[in-house]
């Protein structure tokens, strides 16, 4: 059974920064691609990044650009998300997603992913 859990989830100022972490079981984190997704209040999920199974990346939300970074060590099964400059409209639910697929793809939808993280909770306030 596919398992996915996130940490490192809290209450941060603006500027600040957080590392999200998403550890897998019941499988080989190299063998799917990884997204974290998002979901701020009041809006609808959306995708943040993506990691490939061989530790390509690709962006989704242009908001992120320069400031998140999405890896992975294979070796202890965990995909990170470093959150970097973290603004007030950051503030969501972030959720990691195993793909049915090794590689990202240039739209992420929801209905590829295959097995989802139960998300962790990112807040950014004064």
């Known amino acids: 059974q596919l398992q996915l859990v996130e940490s490192g989830g809290g209450v941060v100022q603006p500027g600040g920064s957080l590392r999200l972490s998403c550890v897998a079981s019941?499988?080989?984190?190299?063998?799917?691609?990884i997204g974290w997704f998002r979901q701020a209040p009041g809006k609808e999920r959306e995708a943040v990044l993506c990691s490939s199974n061989s530790g390509g990346t690709t962006t989704y939300a242009d908001s992120v650009t320069g400031r998140f970074t999405i890896s992975r060590d294979n070796a202890k099964n965990t995909v990170y998300l470093q959150m970097n400059s973290l603004k007030y409209e950051d503030t969501a639910i972030y959720s990691c997603?195993?793909?049915?697929?090794?590689?990202?793809?240039?739209?992420?939808?929801?209905?590829?992913?295959?097995?989802w993280g139960q998300g962790t909770q990112v807040t950014v306030s004064s």
């Open positions: 019941g499988f080989s984190l190299d063998s799917y691609a």
């Open positions: 997603a195993a793909l049915k697929w090794r590689l990202c793809v240039p739209t992420l939808r929801q209905n590829y992913v295959r097995s």
